[in-house]
């Protein structure tokens, strides 16, 4: 049987820093300590914590959500940003690195052309969970599987019980899930897989704080990845409230992509990072899988883009900063939670007051009410410059969908949020083929008609001082939900 694994020791940075807080907090409430030196410690802290906090780049407002704690709690709010804050994390990076340095020394750089692109967007998420049981089936070698949440529900037992009877019949499989995520479920729902011979891991538990890094770095990636040739991503997770057989008056509006060709192993190259990551094996192990190279099979160029703490830079944030730089027509954003960054929301207000047909879907109301109310000054603003606001009505829109200039389609597992653009393990895909980007236009389309435009009266609460004074703190706690 493979162990469940993602389950370790406390790290020892973390313990030394546990030990080191406990040992100030008791000396300080003893008294042992000369007044000289519980300032020099409290300024440490202060100073560490501001300087932690300039460096995450998301927001000016974020210093006022720290910068008061810093002041008046220094020493529990340095332990806090050390567990839990932070951007990126230099070893992850090198781990990454080495991944990929062992991926170009096996084969060529990544080929991202000759792919073949299907949209799986049926209003139930029907064609998505056929498509991954199809898929699972007709795996003749591995099956890598990688998602935010597992649900213990129809759709998250079929699914293992289809990866059990897989492993059962020697077909080496992976299955990695977020450790906040999926929290508790993969010990249940996952037991009879790992009898089965197939292998799974959590990923950078937090409880009790055994994880690399800061505990509030998760991966929200959603990849299906079978035989190195054929991929599954998007916004969907493994459970009935993303998609299922029979419907449901529950269920989330979304969608998700199958990708034949080249562009399916360097999603699983992201996949193998993750994996070594989390269960600590070295990215030799998988040479074999690293060298393999699919053939061309249709017309779509399809890049790869990566994001999250083990990248040097961010570059899904660049992608789009990219893109609504040079637009010269049109930018339509499809996501659940709107709250950008200053430089991305900036982009957007020129475009729209340059002319430019800027169109922005959001859910009428989201699964998350503090990023509706973080999100009212965004979208009001933008109306203001111009720019065409839609509220989708009949069950909460979970996609995530960029398209410029009819040139330019990004899918992937990104919100158009800070959380998402900054601290999130993410994947996005930049699709290049005019076939696929008119279907993904009828399907937004399509999500028009069951739509209502912005008009004032939406947000006449706004006007209020209640309502401004909300919005300001939503968007100041905004980076972190």
């Known amino acids: 049987m493979v162990p469940f694994q993602g389950y370790g020791r406390l790290t020892r940075s973390t313990t ?102 299907r949209l799986l967007g049926d209003r139930q998420g029907r064609d998505t969970f056929d498509e991954l049981r199809r898929q699972i089936l007709g795996a003749k070698r591995r099956i890598s599987l990688s998602t935010y949440i597992l649900s213990n529900d129809d759709v998250g037992r079929e699914i293992v019980s289809l990866l059990t009877a897989r492993a059962k019949e ?40 055994q994880g690399k890094g800061s505990a509030n770095w998760r991966n929200h990636r959603k990849i299906a990845v079978f035989d190195g040739a054929t991929a599954i991503i998007g916004g969907q997770n493994l459970g009935s409230r993303y998609m299922g057989e029979r419907p449901s008056n529950r269920r989330f509006r979304d969608c998700s992509f199958l990708i034949e060709g080249p562009t399916a192993a360097a999603i699983e190259r992201v996949f193998i990072a993750d994996w070594c990551q989390a269960t600590d094996e070295a990215p030799m192990r998988f040479a074999a899988l690293l060298r393999e190279r699919s053939p061309h099979v249709g017309p779509a160029r399809i890049e790869v883009v990566s994001s999250g703490p083990d990248c040097e830079r961010d570059p899904l944030w660049e992608t789009y900063e990219r893109f609504f730089s040079n637009c010269k027509k049109s930018i339509t954003v499809v996501t659940p939670y709107f709250v950008p960054d200053r430089t991305l929301f900036t982009l957007l207000v020129t475009a729209a007051h340059a002319g430019r047909h800027v169109k922005i879907m959001v859910p009428r109301r989201s699964d998350h009410r503090l990023l509706d109310l973080a999100r009212r000054w965004h979208l009001r603003t933008l109306r203001e410059a111009g720019a065409e606001i839609l509220f989708f009505k009949p069950d909460v829109l979970h996609a995530k969908l960029v398209i410029v200039d009819d040139e330019h389609l990004v899918i992937g597992s990104a919100n158009l949020d800070m959380r998402s653009l900054f601290w999130n393990y993410e994947i996005g895909a930049v699709v290049r083929d005019d076939v696929a980007i008119a279907e993904v236009k009828a399907l937004i389309f399509g999500w028009e008609t069951e739509s209502t435009r912005y008009t004032e009266d939406l947000y006449r609460r706004t006007r209020t001082l209640s309502g401004r004074a909300i919005e300001a703190v939503a968007k100041v706690i905004a980076p972190l939900l």
């Open 16 to 117: 030394l820093a546990l030990l080191a807080a406990l040992v100030i907090l008791v000396a300080e409430w003893a008294s042992l300590l000369p007044a000289n030196a519980m300032l020099a410690i409290r300024t440490g802290c202060q100073i560490y914590v501001l300087l932690r906090v300039m460096r995450a780049r998301i927001s000016p407002a974020y210093l006022l959500l720290w910068g008061p704690l810093a002041w008046f709690f220094p020493l529990a709010t340095a332990l806090v940003v050390y567990l839990f804050g932070g951007r990126k994390h230099s070893s992850l990076a090198d781990a990454k690195k080495e991944v990929n340095r062992v991926a170009w020394r096996l084969s060529d750089e990544p080929d991202f052309g000759g792919n073949r692109f």
């Open 170 to 209: 020697g077909i080496e499989v992976r299955l990695l899930v977020d450790a906040i995520g999926s929290f508790g479920i993969p010990l249940r729902l996952c037991r009879p897989l790992r009898r089965a011979g197939g292998q799974v891991a959590r990923f950078n538990p937090a409880l009790p704080m």
